[in-house]
């Protein structure tokens, strides 16, 4: 069941029973040279149609015609929609659909662009509050997010910075559990245990008369931004020294949690924390995560597409998955485009570091690679064979751009 947004934000995509719409049959996309299983439907799309309340199923055809006849986009996509409804949009009318024609595509983006007013988003309200368990109390000093999943407030325990994550509903507490319980099997390995956030406390409260989950979670230090930050801030890519480091350490953390046996299986740009300046990274968000074998109870649903076919065909998770979308961080990062491929990124990327992502992301799991400290020594060697022993590169960020 997919539960409503309070916010714009990141929200959880339910498995329950057949949630999800089923598998389209695979086309070729021309991705770094291979071809790669798309996981929308691509015959039509069903939407909540603008002139009342009749679910229409819409061709490909259809919906250029619309595209091209539209002035605004509600035109397209109707009074008060969504982000979910564009990049559904999106789907049909990409130009690998089209027989390579953009028109379509490149009309809704303008359409998509026009429509977006920069409007600050206000500070969420808060009072200072406690919670208070046998032997500890925490106060929460500060609301830093507040989700379907769970809100987030800052807090202090033995004198460092923490973040207190409270389950939005008693539905929502078993995946504050699985963050909790794989969490604590993520230990020992030395210097790569600083890659994943330390469980601090686990407990559950009374809030509206139901049970939920609360998980402290050590914090990342001051100064660390998202990969998604580091991505609109170089909307055309960083150049791939940087990038590489950043995918270095992205696999090392995957690598810790998969000897552990534990799979993060949403390695996404908004979960991948980095210091451009101290190259110290941290890998946050684990109630998505699943022991090696079990099936996701769960996605990102904003970044639906960011998966492979195997985890939303609910397959047991392996490693590869995390590789997958390490992948397609790695080629967010470079500044890869679905449209333009490598055409329009901001600096050159060689062949090699190409070939490597390519790699993480053929479709079939099976012949995707599965060992990330392997794939973190493999792209070492590559970028050695390029620019040489590796060399120290701040990645300047704009003042604006810091993480919580």
């Known amino acids: 069941m997919k539960r409503r947004s309070?916010?714009?934000?990141?929200?959880?995509?339910?498995?329950?029973?057949?949630?999800?719409?089923?598998l389209a049959a695979t086309r070729s996309s021309t991705f770094?040279?291979?071809?790669?299983?798309?996981?929308?439907?691509?015959?039509?799309?069903?939407?909540?149609?603008?002139?009342?309340?009749?679910?229409?199923?819409?061709?490909?055809?259809?919906?250029?015609?619309?595209?091209?006849?539209?002035?605004?986009?509600?035109?397209?996509?109707?009074?008060?929609?969504?982000?979910?409804?564009l990049r559904l949009f999106r789907r049909l009318v990409h130009p690998d659909r089209c027989g390579g024609d953009e028109a379509a595509w490149a009309k809704l983006e303008k359409l998509a662009a026009a429509s977006r007013v920069p409007v600050p988003a206000p500070a969420p309200e808060f009072s200072p509050l406690e919670i208070r368990t046998r032997s500890r109390t925490y106060a929460l000093t500060g609301l830093l997010a507040r989700g379907d999943l769970c809100d987030v407030y800052e807090s202090t325990h033995d004198g460092r910075s923490v973040v207190v994550k409270v389950a939005g509903s008693a539905a929502d507490s078993d995946l504050l559990d699985v963050e909790a319980r794989n969490l604590g099997v993520l230990v020992g390995l030395g210097g790569l245990r600083a890659l994943v956030p330390v469980l601090v406390d686990s407990f559950e409260v009374r809030a509206a008369g139901e049970r939920r989950r609360v998980n402290v979670i050590g914090r990342a230090p001051a100064g660390h931004v998202t990969v998604a930050e580091i991505c609109t801030a170089y909307p055309r890519g960083v150049d791939y020294r940087d990038?590489?480091?950043?995918?270095?350490?992205?696999?090392a953390a995957l690598g810790y949690a998969h000897s552990c046996g534990v799979v993060h299986a949403a390695a996404l740009p908004e979960h991948v924390l980095v210091h451009p300046t101290e190259h110290t990274a941290l890998l946050v968000d684990w109630c998505y995560s699943a022991r090696v074998g079990d099936v996701a109870r769960a996605v990102v649903s904003p970044r639906l597409t960011w998966y492979p076919p195997e985890l939303l065909a609910r397959r047991p998770l392996g490693p590869q998955v995390d590789v997958y979308l390490a992948g397609r961080c790695l080629a967010h990062l470079l500044g890869w485009h679905e449209v333009k491929g490598w055409e329009d990124t901001a600096h050159p990327v060689p062949r090699e570091v190409r070939a490597f992502v390519a790699s993480c992301l053929l479709g079939n799991p099976a012949r995707r690679p599965a060992d990330a400290l392997a794939l973190h020594d493999d792209l070492g060697e590559v970028m050695r064979k390029l620019v040489g022993p590796p060399k120290f590169r701040p990645l300047a960020m704009p003042p604006a751009s810091s993480s919580t």
């Open 6 to 22: 309070r916010h714009p934000g990141l929200r959880p995509y339910r498995f329950i029973g057949h949630v999800l719409p089923p």
């Open 32 to 85: 770094l040279d291979v071809s790669w299983e798309e996981i929308y439907p691509l015959g039509a799309l069903t939407r909540r149609s603008k002139l009342g309340d009749k679910d229409e199923t819409m061709t490909t055809d259809e919906a250029r015609a619309l595209v091209a006849g539209a002035k605004t986009i509600e035109d397209v996509l109707g009074p008060g929609h969504d982000d979910a409804g």
């Open 243 to 251: 990038a590489a480091w950043i995918a270095r350490r992205l696999l």
